[in-house]
């Protein structure tokens, strides 16, 4: 009993930003697996909706605020799709990822601007910001709710990638982009679609994530959206249920660090975010496209 | 004969420079508003060495590699660890004792080790990482040089890196005077230039326009990718060691993951595969960010009109959007894949002037 509630909150630590860094890199993934582009701006996409909530919840009631938030990251993810990726549709991969680098550059200069480099606090949300006791360990309510939360979306996800019309179109462009809009797929419909719920799961990870980590700054998105996107490499890019394993070995993963740092005389606390660029490596070593990614093979 | 023509003209207008940099650093007072073109023209030869050894991955190679600042990192702190003064080291590693190493090494030596440190750490990495191919290969790097940052704070390498404290009091001559870092990173540009021109350098064109094509053609993959990412880091190395006398301290955190994607934009707006658009832009890239755009930052009254907007960080958004505007719409960059020459102009003018001369005698 005692071992459990010394280690029971790393675990759920873990678990809790496991399914945070998971609601981002489905985000990663999809817009990977049908534009193959590294959406850098992803991560600050969901820190611009943390700084949203930041400001929108000092003057409306939480109730209106939360559906606020995610409306207008929605709106966000999908106007950046449109002004900065759209047109660049035929260019080069190269271009559209520096386009991405660009939107990330703007996003966090603009909120460099607006906050004037100081953390936002971020406003405790009634009900999952309550402390709680799980097995003798102390905690956040939201640590418990987050696995359960991404749980119920990756399913409700995937229903709608297996069942519908509009996912079917998506698993028609990831696989084959061009022969998808000659068998008369919208393509930019498509592709919007995939933004806006990439941005509406980010928009629910950054509710997640900031009531655990309360403070907000123009910078704070790229160590989550890293390793959301590390966590995506690992489970294979392209894949939805390997996006969501990998990110929750991942944060269970960097936890156990800080679990293991209490055992052992020498301090590798600061190694936590680097182990998952560690993993991934390894990974990468025995399985080149990751763990479910499919082998690629080159034509000639 | 024209050989020798460039090389004269070649000689004389570098001699041009170095005399022309030499008088903007004698005239310009630290405290006159132009002494902000000093820190540009410094710290911008500086990014173009680093962005030149980007583009020799990224450009001639095909190379996607995202740790170039994780390999200036190791090449600052190798340069700031081998040069503190023996005196100075006391006070440096005030919480380890004095740190292990108690020698000093002169600056020079201090920057070719810099480099080599980094190279030999891009040789190690390079045996897992090259076998990946394109993004994932980028994400590799970028990983790297995480590990990397946090390996260079780790608390139990603190009497080597003094862990999460930053590093000073070593010799600073890129500092000093704007001619050292032109000089170094003009050498070293050079370098590359030559081996992009080599047998080498056309191996690593044909590998970035067809890996199978060129293996084809009797070309060892491996071999030349560990060549182009070995030689890149060294030079990243070196142009971090540079950096870290321009800055006259070093921390690790600094180099972190934005720092890369800003030599990668420097190196696409001036052009993905030319070495001069990599120098220009860098040049222009500091310059915006550090100098021209400073009014923006400032609040300016017109008569009774304050001008809207304008308070500090409004510099950094507008550096942003002009940024977003080259990249949707010059795609190519400044230069594209051409070469900016000075023959080139001189051929032009005089084949101009040629045919002109030939024109006026017909008639």
Known sequence: MDWLSKNLPFLLAGISVGGQYALIAIGYTMVYGILRLINFAHGDIFMVAGLMMVYLSASLPIYISIPLVIILTVIIGFTVERVAYKPLRSAPRMSVMISAIGVSYLLQNLALYITGGLAQQYPAIPWISDQITVFGASTKRVTVITPFLTIFLVIILVLLIKKTKIGMAMRAASKDFETSQLMGIKINNVISMTFIIGSFLAAVGSLLFFSNYTGVTPTIGTMPGLKAFVAAVFGGIGSIPGAVVGAFIIGICENLVMMANQYISIDISNFKDAFAFLLLIIILFFKPTGLFGEKQTDKV | ?363
């Not at chain 2, 940099?21 to 410094?42: D, G, H």
């Not at chain 2, 500092?175 to 191996?203: D, E, H, K, Q, W």
């Not at chain 2, 890149?232 to 993951?257: E, H, W």
């Not at chain 2, 304050?306 to 400044?334: A, D, E, N, Y």
């Open chain 2, 1 to 363: 004969m024209k050989k020798k023509r460039d090389l004269i003209i070649g000689l004389a207008l570098i001699v041009v420079l170095l005399v022309v940099l030499r008088i903007l650093e004698v005239n310009i007072s630290p405290q006159s508003q132009w002494a902000m073109l000093l820190t540009v023209l410094k710290k911008g030869s500086i990014y173009a060495l680093v962005a030149v050894s980007m583009n020799l991955l990224n450009g001639f190679t095909g190379l996607f590699s995202l740790g170039q600042a994780g390999f200036m990192m190791i090449g600052a702190y190798t340069y700031a660890i081998f040069t503190i003064p023996v005196d100075q080291r006391e006070m440096v590693y005030m919480y380890y004792d004095g740190g292990i190493i108690q020698f000093a090494l002169p600056a020079v030596l201090g920057i070719i080790l810099a480099g080599i440190a980094a190279a030999l750490f891009a040789f190690l990495i390079g045996i897992p990482v090259l076998r990946l191919k394109s993004d994932y290969l980028a994400i590799a790097t970028l990983g790297f040089a995480e590990i990397m940052k946090a390996l260079f704070q780790w608390d139990s390498l603190g009497p080597l890196t003094n862990g999460s404290n930053m590093l000073r009091s070593y010799p600073t001559p890129a500092s000093a005077s704007v001619i050292y870092p032109f000089v170094v990173s003009g050498i070293c540009i050079a370098i590359i230039v030559m081996l992009i021109n080599s047998t080498y350098g056309r191996a690593f064109k044909a590998i970035r326009d067809d890996e199978i094509a060129a293996e084809a053609m009797g070309i060892n993959l491996a071999h030349h990718k560990r060549i182009a990412f070995t030689v890149s880091s060294f030079f990243a190395g070196i142009s971090g060691a540079l950096l870290a006398m321009f800055q006259t301290n070093v921390q690790a955190k600094s180099f972190n993951s934005a720092m890369t994607y800003e030599i990668l934009l420097i190196v696409v707006i001036g052009g993905i595969g030319s070495v001069t658009g990599s120098v220009i832009s860098s040049f222009l890239f500091i310059a915006c960010s550090e100098w021209l755009l400073r009014f923006l930052d400032e609040q300016h009254v017109i008569g009774d009109f304050t001008v809207p907007l304008l308070r500090s960080g409004f510099r950094k958004v507008v550096f942003s959007i002009i940024i977003m505007v080259i990249v949707l719409f010059f795609r190519q960059g400044i230069m594209g894949t051409r070469e900016f020459s000075i023959s080139g102009i001189i051929d032009k003018i005089t084949g101009k002037s040629r045919k002109a001369k030939r024109e006026g005698g017909n008639s």
